[in-house]
C-alpha cells in the first residue's frame, strides 16, 4: 500500500513511524503546505511535495492519511480531498462528528471514495470499546475519563488565537469521580466534575493575555463547559517542562447481568506519545480503508464500519488460529 501524509506536524511524523513498522506499507510522499525544500522528513529517498501539486499524486497515492488540526483544518481539508484521494482523518470534536459525517460522506460518495473519519484513540478505539461494552452490559452507564496528557486538539486551537506563539492543555481527570465509579455508586457526572483543563501559553510580545485567557476559558466545545486554568509561561519554560506529549485515559462501563451481580468493564492507554499512537491507529485504519476500496465500497466510515481482520497485515487464518 502506497501512502500518503498530508501535514508533517507531531501527528504526520507518528503516522510516518508506524508505516515504518508495517512490511506491507510504504511512504509514497509526505504533502506539505511550508516550503518542501525546507522540510526534511525520517524517511530518506521520500518526496516531499507541495500542497498545490497534491492533485497531481491521484494515481500514485493509495490512501492519504489527513494529519491537520480538527478547528480549522479537516473540516474544509476531508471533504475536499476526499474527491481526490481514499483519505483517513483524525477529526476529533465529538458534538461536530456527525455534521462533518455528512459533509464527507456526500463527498467520497460522489467521487466513489472511501473516507475513514474520527480515527485515533478517542475518538476511535475509546469509541471501539464504548460500543462493546454497552452491547454487552446493556444495563449500565458509561465514563470516559482522559489524561492526565496534553491534547492535540486543544493545544492546537489554543494556538490559532490571536497573540499565542505556542500552547499545552493538559486534560486532568478528577480522580473522585473515578473511584466513584469503580465503587459502582452509579454517579450522574457533568462534564465539569469529571475532568479539568490545564492550559500552559506563550504569548506574543505584547500580546493582549487577559484576552486571550477569555478567549480560551469561553470557547465552546473545547473549555467552555470546564474549570480551565491559563498560566502564561516563556518559551523556555514551555520547551523545559511541556516539550513531551503524553496521554492516556480509561472507557469504564459498570451494569448489572442481574440483580446481584455488578460487572464492571475497564480499558484505559497509558501513551508516552499521543500522536505516536495516534499515527498508529490511523495508520492500521488506512489497512481497511484500501481493502474496503478494493472491494468497491465507497462513502464516509468511521471505525464501527471496520471489520477487525481488515486492520491486520497477518492472514485470516494466522489469527484464528494465534490470536482467538
Not at 508506524?18 to 525544500?37: C, E, G, S, W
Not at 516531499?48 to 473540516?75: F, H, R, Y
Amino acid at each position: 500500500m502506497r501512502i500518503g501524509i498530508y501535514g508533517y506536524g507531531n501527528l504526520g511524523r507518528g503516522v510516518e513511524c508506524a508505516i515504518a513498522k508495517n512490511p506491507d506499507m510504504t511512504l509514497a510522499a509526505v504533502f506539505t503546505r511550508r516550503d518542501p525544500a525546507a522540510l526534511k522528513i525520517a524517511t530518506a529517498g521520500v518526496p516531499v511535495v507541495a500542497a498545490e501539486e497534491l492533485e497531481q499524486w491521484k494515481d500514485k497515492v493509495d490512501v492519504l492519511i489527513l494529519c491537520g488540526g480538527s478547528a480549522t483544518d479537516l473540516p474544509h481539508m476531508t471533504p475536499a480531498f476526499a474527491k481526490l484521494f481514499h483519505v483517513v482523518d483524525s477529526y476529533d470534536n465529538h458534538s461536530s462528528i456527525p455534521r462533518h459525517y455528512a459533509a464527507v460522506d456526500a463527498a467520497a460518495a460522489a467521487s466513489g471514495h472511501v473516507a475513514l473519519i474520527s480515527c485515533g484513540w478517542d475518538p476511535g478505539m475509546f469509541s471501539l470499546n464504548r460500543l462493546y461494552s454497552n452491547c454487552i452490559l446493556p444495563d449500565g452507564s458509561d465514563y470516559t475519563f482522559w489524561g492526565r496528557g496534553v491534547s492535540q486538539g486543544h493545544s492546537d486551537a489554543i494556538r490559532r488565537i490571536e497573540g499565542v506563539l505556542d500552547a499545552r492543555q493538559y486534560t486532568v481527570p478528577v480522580e473522585e469521580a473515578m473511584e466513584r465509579v469503580r465503587r459502582h455508586e452509579n454517579p450522574t457526572l457533568t462534564t465539569r466534575e469529571k475532568h479539568r483543563r490545564e492550559c500552559y501559553v506563550v504569548a506574543a510580545p505584547g500580546a493582549d493575555k487577559e484576552a486571550i485567557r477569555h478567549q480560551i476559558v469561553t470557547m465552546p466545545a473545547y473549555f467552555a463547559d470546564y474549570d480551565t486554568t491559563v498560566t502564561f509561561v516563556s518559551a523556555e519554560e514551555m520547551q523545559r517542562d511541556h516539550a513531551g506529549l503524553p496521554h492516556g485515559g480509561s472507557v469504564i462501563r459498570t451494569g448489572r447481568t442481574c440483580a446481584s451481580s455488578c460487572q464492571t468493564i475497564e480499558y484505559t492507554l497509558t501513551l508516552d506519545s499521543n500522536p505516536e499512537f495516534t499515527g498508529s491507529v490511523l495508520t492500521a485504519f488506512a489497512r481497511a480503508v484500501y481493502r474496503m476500496a478494493q472491494r468497491g465500497e465507497t462513502g464516509c466510515k468511521t471505525v464501527f464500519d471496520v471489520a477487525p481482520v481488515d486492520l491486520s497485515a497477518v492472514d485470516r487464518s494466522e489469527l484464528i488460529a494465534h490470536l482467538l
